[in-house]
């Protein structure tokens, strides 16, 4: 059992968007082209001050998602995991409304412009199908949870910006850089 | 290999693109839809081989080493492959150089095992269309038209562009197919890339590469970045710089036109106006001698002639260098204390350095800076050129260049008969390949060919103006992109001109699609470096071993092979390949390519990497530490990782590799050195040697000249020798002596066998001794162009080279915005490659250029419109204007990885089926103008001029 978190270290991204193909590499199977699980956000961009952080679902402890949803498609696994069912979802988008960071993305299911069923970053961690299904990579993409793997994006992360896994373990990482850099240099200022 | 069909609804909506950038992708992403766009990846009844998802998850895997072939950081990564699929691609988080990271590049790169976009088999442009064609007529077709040409024009009128792709042996391989061939139009994309720096910095101090590695970063106190965006171009670089920043408070300095993305991580940003680089480290100079700032013993025993700098950087006062680069006075004071302070600092050039017409005298201004403070041949000092592909080093190293054999050796007589030797063929033989007349005084043989940057020149230029017999008539294209060169409207010309044009690539890049022919165009597939095994040298000169991921896809043959075949068509096979052998399916065994690698390179040290070693370094890879490289147990134990050359002697003589160039605190037998005594032992009465510096162990306990067979007669060394070796190295040096012996007793006294000399301020054999500042040929600043005039037209090798005829005309008035380019780092080098994978061109949709807010409301463009940039010599580009602060007022930018649009056309239709990039754009090079270094024939790609209107 663990508590699974991302955590972005601003003063160590560098825009650079390995996470982003990381996630388009590892869950190909289940992403079309304009589907990003992943994006970086740089603002203050091209003047001093700039600084870019990589977003996706921060698999939140009371998630707003998961509150909102009409078809009580979401889902929480005991690692702490926010996940979604895709046969349940009605592609409504009240998620979108809810969710402080944008990360549920609609694909644009059919001719006349309806949305698609919801997707979103699965930490890497598959959907409610069976383990390395068919059905779980063609819906879903990778299961690297269950290969005792972490999420891909932060596993290739250039600058070891960004870190995934236990909030314990993120946080003792972060912690010790921040005892080299100072607390004014922390991460954002 | 099996083939499916894919779907064959033929797609019937265009692509709708994203916006103009990922920095735009945020903002439009909600209002955009994936479906359409998805629909036309698929493209009409294409052939494709099995991908990941149509392996079941539970066939067995085989884990591959192998190291990403986008840029020279040489980031390895495990492979893993299901039924012959790559299936998967697994961070090595052992991996010394990169522990696990990548870079969007790095990330994407298991979409090499798809290759949708790649030619399928080999074809011919017939009356506009497209034939496929078997391997064997089609290298029957092209070899006759070789020789056919050969006859009536001579060798030096084929043309022979290599690639920075290439594995160690390919590189090698090609260079001594051209030499085969007789002639000496071989070059790569080096040419365009570090040329400069090589010349420059071998100039200097020996040898023209990277100092330091990217690891030894990690111990700097200060980082000095001119012309360099590791953040976007070596985005796993920034690892170690960013480690330097948190754990010894590393002050970083960034010079750039623009306030790039490693500027955003920097203490301090200096913009100074493009082709300043000079004033700007002048001005640096100044601070640092008017304080004593200077290392005054460093200087003493190690280097020549600082006076002449001294007294140069007199003339370059706060006001005159903030008046010439347009930064402040108290910024470059600032950049010259924080250097000053901050000891040992490092600094870092790339592109915005080199790509100028002064590119070889900005790399010499930068050593002579670091020279200035002694933090040369220390930890965390040096100066850390990064290299921009995967094995440009490797690449320059083997002598894929117009003006050298492989190893620096150079093109004289004497280099020749050492490479004879190498390859056991007689040097007549040899010379008897080459065309034996003088064209304008000057000897085919001896002298450099045509440049990567100007084979256009070579084709356009009237017969008698060329050092040649006569002019280009065919050229392949092997592994290049020609979009990367300026004044692509010529580029489009030559290739129009040519009897034929032959691309050899995975991709039918530009040279394939660009031109207006209707026939004489053949595009002959070639296996990417994951479909095939061999050596590559990272920027710090360390090599690793590839492993074979993947079959090679479709018909694709690997280059090696390729070279192999032609060379039987042209009937020199068993010259080429006489002490190679072939397996059962006469396939040349490349480790042999390695070990003669290895019998030849004695002047870098390229002669103890077996291609034995070199496995067990990549087999290894966990055993070695990520701060200092070194394996501190386990097989290759006491080894810097990878043997980074100069790795000395013999392979049996086990040297460890040298991480650190120059550092005089290591015995030469632990990767010490000192500077290279290259230049003589004096000039004009004045001793060259070192003065009381030596490496640690040195017996000769002063400078010293570089040893030969007399030498180590003199000292009474030469009984050290084996009597074999006593065979070998009579009468030979250091560089020639192909049994390692000279080298291995004179490292057995503990000194260097290039010797033991000073670095040198002055370079009397170049058209500038020191580096003096010249405005652009395109300037901006016309006021400067009197005081700061550049060269005389002059003629550079085999081609007339114009400098000020192209000053003299006043374009500032038509054209008043500066132009400068630079990398994404979704994309590398000419981008036919990364456009072509769609996890990455999803991210970098339009081709763009830069503009200040003030410069686009004087011409009321807003940010997303779409503009006309005309360059100075009249070239146009339609593309989108991204407007912000990033580039300073009067200065634009633009990526140089576009192509396939030309003055606002798509060039789409000249592709065959299926495999358009899922990206086209304007090449900057359309817009980018004239101008050559005098010494290498760099481009200047970084200084000219444009205007911009509203389309």
Request: proline share 5%; net charge neutral.
């Amino acid at each position: 059992m663990a508590t699974m978190k991302f955590l972005c270290d601003t003063k160590r991204c560098i825009e650079c968007n390995g996470c982003v193909t990381a996630c388009k590499n590892e869950n190909d199977s289940a992403l079309e082209w304009g589907i990003q699980r992943r994006r970086v956000v740089t603002i203050n961009d091209g003047v001093k001050g700039e600084a870019s952080i990589s977003v996706a679902c921060m698999h939140c402890s009371d998630a707003p998602c998961m509150a909102v949803c009409p078809a009580n498609c979401f889902y929480k696994t005991e690692d702490g995991i926010v996940l979604h069912d895709k046969d349940t979802c009605i592609g409504c988008g009240y998620c979108l409304y809810a969710c402080p960071f944008g990360a549920p993305q609609f694909p644009q299911g059919g001719a006349f412009g309806a949305r698609g069923k919801m997707d979103k970053c699965t930490f890497c961690a598959g959907g409610p199908e069976e383990n390395h299904s068919d059905a779980e990579r063609q819906k879903y993409g990778s299961n690297r949870i269950a290969e005792g793997k972490l999420p891909m994006c932060a596993e290739l992360c250039a600058t070891k910006s960004l870190l995934a896994g236990d909030a314990e373990m993120v946080s003792a990482i972060f912690r010790e850089r921040v005892a080299y850099r100072g607390s004014k240099n922390a991460i954002w200022g | 290999m099996q083939l499916t069909r894919k779907s064959n609804a033929a797609p019937t909506v265009e692509k709708k693109t994203l916006g103009i950038s990922r920095r735009q992708f945020m903002k439009q992403a909600g209002i955009t839809s994936g479906g359409i766009a998805a629909a036309s990846l698929l493209g009409t009844g294409m052939m494709r081989r099995a991908e990941a998802k149509d392996v079941p998850h539970d066939a067995p895997t085989e884990i591959k080493r192998t190291v990403c072939s986008a840029c020279a950081v040489g980031c390895g990564l495990y492979a893993e492959v299901q039924n012959g699929v790559w299936t998967g691609q697994e961070p090595a988080f052992d991996h010394p150089f990169n522990n696990g990271g990548h870079c969007a590049k790095g990330a994407a790169l298991r979409e090499h095992g798809h290759g949708e976009k790649r030619l399928k088999y080999p074809m011919k442009l017939v009356d506009g269309k497209w034939k496929k064609l078997s391997w064997e007529q089609a290298l029957n077709e092209v070899g006759d038209q070789m020789l056919d040409i050969r006859k009536e024009s001579g060798p030096d009128s084929l043309y022979f562009m290599g690639s920075a792709k290439f594995s160690n042996e390919g590189c090698y391989m090609y260079r001594k197919f051209a030499a085969m061939w007789g002639t000496n139009n071989v070059d790569h994309s080096a040419r365009i890339c570090h040329s400069t720096t090589v010349a420059g910095v071998a100039n200097t101090w020996g040898y023209g590469a990277q100092t330091n590695s990217f690891n030894d970063i990690q111990n700097a106190n200060a980082i000095f970045f001119i012309g360099a965006n590791p953040a976007e171009a070596h985005p796993v670089a920034m690892q170690h710089i960013l480690i330097a920043k948190e754990k010894n408070n590393a002050k970083l300095i960034v010079v750039d036109p623009r306030f790039s993305r490693t500027a955003a991580h920097a203490d301090l940003h200096c913009d100074l106006r493009p082709g300043t680089d000079i004033p700007f480290i002048y001005g640096m100079l100044w601070h640092i001698f008017e304080n004593g700032w200077e290392d005054k013993t460093f200087i003493q025993e190690r280097v020549f002639e600082m006076e002449s700098i001294r007294a140069e950087a007199k003339k370059f006062p706060p006001k005159e260098v903030a008046n010439i680069t347009g930064c402040r006075e108290e910024d470059v004071y600032q950049a010259a204390k924080l250097m000053a302070d901050n000891r040992p600092g490092t600094v870092v050039w790339c592109m915005g350095g080199t790509q100028h017409h002064v590119g070889n005298a900005n790399t010499r201004a930068y050593c002579i800076l670091q020279l200035a403070l002694g933090n040369m041949g220390v930890k965390g000092g040096g100066t850390n050129i990064f290299r921009g592909h995967d094995n440009v080093q490797g690449a320059t190293d083997l002598g894929l260049l117009f003006d050298t054999l492989p190893g620096y050796y150079g093109l004289k007589t004497g280099s020749w008969k050492h490479w004879s030797h190498v390859w056991d063929l007689d040097f007549d033989w040899v010379k008897s390949r080459f065309d034996q007349n003088s064209y304008l005084g000057r000897i085919p043989m001896n002298t450099p060919g045509i440049p990567c940057s100007r084979w256009h020149d070579g084709v356009l230029e009237t017969p008698e103006k060329l050092a040649q017999k006569d002019r280009i008539r065919m050229a392949f294209f092997w592994g290049q992109s020609v979009n990367t060169e300026t004044r692509q409207r010529d580029v489009r010309d030559a290739l129009d001109k040519m009897d034929t044009v032959v691309v050899v690539d995975p991709f039918p890049t530009m040279a394939g699609v660009m031109h207006r022919r209707k026939n004489g165009v053949y595009l002959l597939p070639a296996a990417t470096q994951f479909e095939t095994e061999g050596s590559v040298s990272n920027s710090g000169r360390s090599q690793q071993w590839r492993e074979k991921v993947i079959e090679p896809l479709f018909e694709s043959k690997t280059d090696l092979e390729i070279m192999y075949r032609l060379s039987q068509k042209l009937g020199f096979a068993d010259e080429y390949t006489k002490r190679i052998a072939k397996d059962e399916k006469d396939v040349l065994v490349i480790e042999d390519i390695t070990r003669e690698i290895n019998r030849g390179m004695w002047t870098i040290g390229m002669s103890g990497q077996s291609p034995e070693r070199l496995k067990l370094h990549t087999q290894n890879w966990g055993t070695f530490s990520n701060t200092t490289l070194e394996a501190l147990g386990g097989p290759a134990k006491g080894d810097t990782y990878g043997l980074p050359w100069p790795c000395w002697g013999t392979p049996e003589q086990k040297h460890p590799g040298t991480q650190i160039l120059y550092n005089t605190s290591r015995h030469v037998l632990e990767g010490g050195g000192n500077f290279r005594a290259r230049f003589g032992v004096e000039y004009k009465g004045k001793n060259l040697l070192a003065e009381g510096s030596f490496s640690k162990g040195a017996e000769i306990q002063d400078g010293y000249p570089e040893f030969t067979a007399d030498m180590l007669k003199q000292l009474g060394w030469w009984d050290d020798l084996t009597a074999e070796e006593k065979v070998e190295a009579e009468g030979r040096n250091w560089k020639t002596d192909v049994s390692g012996g000279i080298q291995r007793v004179a490292m057995k006294h503990g000194c260097i066998p290039y010797g033991n000399a000073k670095a040198r301020c002055i370079v009397w054999t170049f058209p500038d001794e020191i580096p003096i500042h010249r405005e652009p040929l395109y300037t901006p600043r016309r006021d400067l162009v009197s005081k700061y005039p550049t060269y005389d037209d002059m003629q550079v090798h085999r081609l007339p080279t114009l400098y000020k005829s192209i000053q003299e005309k006043d374009s500032a008035a038509k054209y008043p915005l500066g132009l400068t380019s630079g990398r994404l780092v979704e994309y590398e080098g000419g981008g036919e490659e990364s456009r072509c994978n769609p996890w990455l061109a999803e991210l970098q949709q339009e081709m763009f250029v830069e503009i200040n807010p003030a410069d686009a409301a004087d011409r009321a463009i807003r940010d997303g419109d779409t503009v006309w940039l005309e360059g100075a010599e009249g070239g146009r580009i339609k593309i989108k204007a991204m407007v912000t602060p990033r580039v300073k007022v009067g200065v634009t930018w633009m990526p140089y990885h576009f192509a396939g649009h030309m003055h606002g056309e798509s060039l789409a239709a000249n592709y065959p089926e299926g495999t358009v990039p899922y990206v086209l754009g304007e090449s900057c090079n359309t817009a980018l103008t004239y101008g050559y270094d005098p010494v290498t024939q760099m481009q200047e790609t970084k200084a000219s001029l444009c205007q911009i209107v509203k389309a």
